[in-house]
């Protein structure tokens, strides 16, 4: 039977600076990937008036916060890995990063929700 203590010991080797730069660049790149297919649905419509004045809002809303989360939550993630890898004091430790990623994890699932709620949105478009 595995303890309670090996677990979180286990866990603790497999967590690191490494990890979350591997999880950050990659939850960037899909939001990134998302606006961009978005404001190309934007850019298309145009003022084609094929999306009343409240889905293109609501497009661009979720566009506006994926890019808040990137240059700026998102980057405070970044300084904080870096200060894991080079060790500064004070020292922030992998455990660190992962509370603070399971915070802003709310923010990136909330934002793949509200970039889901508009998939729908597509089949009404013209192609």
């Not at 606006?35 to 190309?40: P, T």
């Not at 992962?98 to 009404?124: C, R």
């Amino acid at each position: 039977m595995v303890s309670q203590l090996q677990i979180v010991t286990t866990m603790s080797k497999t967590l690191s600076a490494t990890y979350f730069r591997d999880i950050l660049d990659n939850e960037t790149r899909k939001l990134e990937a998302l606006c961009k297919e978005w404001e190309d649905v934007l850019s298309k419509v145009g003022d084609n008036e094929v999306l009343d004045e409240e889905r293109s809002g609501e497009i661009r809303a979720a566009i506006g916060l994926a890019h808040l989360l990137i240059n700026q939550r998102f980057k405070q993630f970044s300084g904080l890995i870096k200060d894991c890898e080079e060790e500064k004091t004070p020292r922030v430790t992998p455990e660190d990063l992962q509370g603070f990623w399971d915070m802003v994890y709310f923010q990136v699932e909330d934002i793949h929700s509200k970039f889901q709620q508009l998939s729908s949105l597509k089949a009404e478009l013209p192609a």
